[in-house]
């Protein structure tokens, strides 16, 4: 294992593999599966997000495994369209019926109005929660929208969590975000099903050097840059891969690094949010977004 946490500037500590609990449309994958999986490989992380639908659900399963809530670091996200942020973190608390919430993150820079005018909601939280909230932080802001925030901010995000793999390593937001000392995590770090990245000629090649995975090169990749990774699997063996990672040589980072300058290898890999109709996400434009306008049909 390359680094097992990072230090968050609440001087909190996130383990920097966290297991995504978004398990696609409600019954694709089997969440209570996935947690219990994940619990007993060895998982401390959980990333949640009341648009998931399924905070309870990783409450449940915390709770029935009898790890010490001490152990365990986990996140939650302000559903969008929320402008009562203390009400709805105390939804997702109650749902999650657990002490604490390590890390509330507003899920879209699209949460409310205006994303400034929230963040003060979400600082507003340390004082009215103290002690229900440890650190708060954001989402899916990119180096436009994390300019727009943070001459506002009275507390400086503790987490950036963005789409992030080889295919879309965002140099730019994580130079930024390590200017502020803002730990970036990476959700969709495999690439989803059928990843491009997992058959990547590059990437198999690294895997077959150094004795190990695809998948275990591609998150490596990310937790040795400084980036921490959300993966999801609901299988036993690809699990335990997922949070015994390794380190990699320079040259290898080198190649890992270099992939993405080939356009057929770049692109976002997350389609969920994205209506290719309109060519917007959760309503905004790739400008608006401050994103790249990387076609996403492009590596999938
Ligand atoms: P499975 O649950 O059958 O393992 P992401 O985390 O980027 O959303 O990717 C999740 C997808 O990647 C799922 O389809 C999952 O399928 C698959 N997956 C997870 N871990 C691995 C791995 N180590 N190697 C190959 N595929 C994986």
Known sequence: MV????????????PAVGLGCWMGSPGAFDLRKGMEIALKAGYRHFDTAALYGNEDVVGDSIRASNVPR????????LANGRNDVQAAFDESLKKLNIDYIDLYLMHWPQATDSFVNCWKQMENLLETRKGKVKSIGISNFSVKTLNELLPHCK?????NQIESHPYL??????DLCKKHNIVVTAYTPLG?????????ADIMRIAEE???????????????????????????????QNIDLITLSEDQMDRINKISENPAR????????????????????MEKMGWEKTPYHRAA
């Not at 680094?3 to 996130?14: A, D, P, S, Y």
């Open 210 to 240: 150094t004795h190990t995975t695809p998948g275990q090169v591609t998150l490596s990749w990310n937790v040795q840059r400084g980036v921490g990774v959300l993966p999801k699997s609901t299988n036993e063996t690809r699990a335990a």
């Open 3 to 14: 680094t097992e946490f990072f230090t968050l500037n609440t001087g909190e500590r996130i």
């Open 192 to 200: 989803q099903a059928n990843s491009p990245i997992l058959k990547d």
């Open 155 to 159: 507390v400086i995000p503790a987490v």
């Open 169 to 174: 390593p965002e140099w730019d937001v994580v």
């Open 266 to 285: 770049f692109g976002r890999l997350n389609k969920i949010v994205y209506d290719p109709a309109s060519d917007q996400v959760l309503g905004w434009s």
């Open 70 to 77: 001490s152990e365990v670091f986990v996140t939650t996200k």
